[in-house]
């Protein structure tokens, strides 16, 4: 199974860059089967939905995450089509997650096995970094990812 992990984020928001910081620490640690990719695609959402034509089996995104829980909370969240907004367009400049996900039908593309990796943020202001409850999550993820590949890679749920 051909199995992406894409980073999501702005490193130059704080906490937005929380996905490209996971991204970085599962490459570095170098131990990921052939089948998996890792990419770090910032804000490239356009590129993003142009991989995901060229097909992978499933994907798991990485990003900040909003929410009610405690800035530093990992959550998990498996995404199908229903989940995505109607209508998406394809402007390059408002390709957030959801909206990537939800072009791909138009780009002729259909949504893999997809999950979501993310972490409440604490700052998203301009600032290089991340937040020290944010910083403290990146293992936590890289946990979260490494068990959701062990599911895709035994067929489990």
């Known amino acids: 199974m051909t ?8 490193v130059f928001l704080g906490d937005d860059g ?5 991204a970085q620490a599962l490459v570095e640690r170098g131990d990921l089967p052939d089948h998996v990719r890792v990419v770090d695609y910032g804000i490239r959402g356009l590129h993003l939905a142009y991989d995901l034509v060229d097909g992978v089996e499933a994907l798991i995104l990485v990003d900040a995450l909003p929410g009610d829980a405690a800035p530093g909370t990992v959550t998990v969240l498996e995404v199908s089509t229903g989940d995505l907004p109607g209508g ?3 402007d390059a400049h408002a390709m957030d997650p959801a909206t990537v996900l939800a072009t791909l039908h138009r780009l002729g593309g259909t949504l ?7 972490c409440r943020p604490t700052n998203l202001d301009e600032d290089l970094g991340l937040s020290p409850a944010v910083a403290a999550a990146v293992p936590e993820a890289v946990a979260a990812v490494d068990v959701l590949l062990g599911k895709l890679t035994t067929g489990g749920t």
């Open 112 to 118: 893999p096995r997809t999950y979501v990796v993310g």
């Open 3 to 10: 199995v992406l992990i894409a980073g999501i984020g702005n």
């Open 18 to 22: 929380f996905g490209p910081a996971v």
């Open 88 to 90: 998406a367009g394809l």
